[in-house]
């Protein structure tokens, strides 16, 4: 099956720092999706990106499918950010199915 | 719209047990996913319906564990004779089946097998 593989495993930042979350994957998808999932569990979906570049605030997201990567931008890191950031792809065969990365931990010290 | 809910939040069960697990979807969404996380790894898929057909299953899953998508509504995932190893988060999400096919997840469920 379709592997997920996302860099750095953990990650600390200083408050109002930049980064940059890497996710690469080793076939074809016909679709992408970042989540963040915070200290008490919640995953929450950040972006639906299969192909091109979307922003949303401080986070923004850049797909290149004939590439096979992702990246997760987030620009002026705040403690709120702090959480563990998973990517997520889904190939269309017969059925379909979404299958989660390892994850990268994020932490962001004021 | 109400979002993805999951009961119970959380169960304690001694090791041969039966458990049940019951999951709510947003109201139009016709795709539920369970999956099942452990700490510090991603989510695990476990199964999908797309309305009341289950498509898929994991072949990862233990025939212990089932799950049920009556009338395309809610879903129900029962694990029978449960082993220390089921302990675990369950979570549960729902997409639409269109262009933009975002994963909603709820809060999930704690299971500590004892």
């Known amino acids: 099956g379709i592997q997920v593989e996302q860099s750095p495993p953990d990650l600390i930042l200083q408050e109002g720092a930049n980064s940059t979350l890497r996710c690469n994957f080793s076939?074809?998808?016909?679709?992408l999706q970042w989540f963040h999932q915070n200290p008490w569990g919640q995953l929450i979906n950040l972006f639906y990106?299969?192909?091109g570049t979307k922003q949303n605030g401080r986070l923004s997201a850049t797909t290149v499918a004939t590439e096979r990567y992702s990246l997760l931008y987030i620009s002026s890191s705040q403690t709120t950010d702090s959480g563990v950031y998973f990517c997520?792809?889904?190939?269309?065969?017969?059925?379909?199915?979404?299958?989660f990365g390892p994850g990268t931990s994020l932490s962001v010290i004021p | 719209d109400t979002g993805v809910s999951q009961d119970p939040r959380h169960k304690i069960t001694k090791r041969g047990q039966n458990v049940t697990f019951r999951c709510d979807p947003i109201?139009?969404?016709?795709?539920l996913y369970w999956y099942r996380q452990t700490l510090g790894q991603g989510p695990e898929f476990l199964t999908y319906?797309?309305?009341?057909?289950?498509?898929?299953k994991s072949r990862l899953l233990s025939d212990r564990f089932s799950a049920e998508r009556p009338k395309g509504s809610f879903s129900t995932l029962e694990i029978q004779r449960t082993e220390q190893g089921d302990s675990a988060m369950y979570l549960c999400?729902?997409?639409?089946?269109?262009?933009?096919?975002?994963?909603?997840f709820g809060s999930g469920t704690q299971l500590s097998v004892l």
């Open positions: 999400a729902s997409s639409l089946s269109r262009s933009d096919e975002k994963l909603f």
């Open positions: 076939d074809s998808v016909n679709n």
């Open positions: 990106i299969p192909s």
């Open positions: 997520a792809v889904e190939k269309k065969t017969s059925y379909d199915k979404v299958i």
């Open positions: 109201s139009e969404h016709n795709r």
């Open positions: 319906f797309q309305n009341e057909a289950q498509l898929e």
